[in-house]
Nanobody, 123 residues
Framework: QVQLVESGGGLVQAGGSLRLSCAASGRTFSSYQMGWFRQAPGKDREFVASIAVQSSITYYTDSVKGRFTISRDNAKNTVYLQMNSPKPEDTALYYC????????????????WGQGTQVTVSS
């Protein structure tokens, strides 16, 4: 079983930057394509970005293209989300999870969501 721990969130001003981390333990991290998801107050969870086992292959939802960058370090069992020029509408609780159906589908057998990390963007 895989366990995921998100970190790196906090309060950031619009136009600043923030780097989120997702550390995995348990099952083999490098065998999974991974994704970042977020949930804002009163809204459903939405897909943000994903990265394949071959890390050169990535995908982003339109609203974050050109601003966010997803990456992974298999030696550290960690996936990152670099958030540049965040906007107030990026404010949400951010989660990571293994991706099944590319690019934004959570694996059907995934059940161990982490606590998430809160990102709050002020103007």
């Amino acid at each position: 079983q895989v366990q995921l721990v998100e970190s790196g969130g906090g309060l950031v001003q619009a136009g600043g930057s923030l780097r989120l981390s997702c550390a995995a333990s348990g099952r083999t991290f490098s065998s999974y394509q991974m994704g970042w998801f977020r949930q804002a107050p009163g809204k459903d969870r939405e897909f943000v970005a994903s990265i394949a086992v071959q890390s050169s292959i990535t995908y982003y939802t339109d609203s974050v293209k050109g601003r966010f960058t997803i990456s992974r370090d298999n030696a550290k069992n960690t996936v990152y989300l670099q958030m540049n020029s965040p906007k107030p509408e990026d404010t949400a609780l951010y989660y990571c999870a293994p991706v099944g159906t590319w690019p934004g589908g959570v694996r059907r057998d995934f059940v161990s969501w982490g606590q998430g990390t809160q990102v709050t963007v002020s103007s």
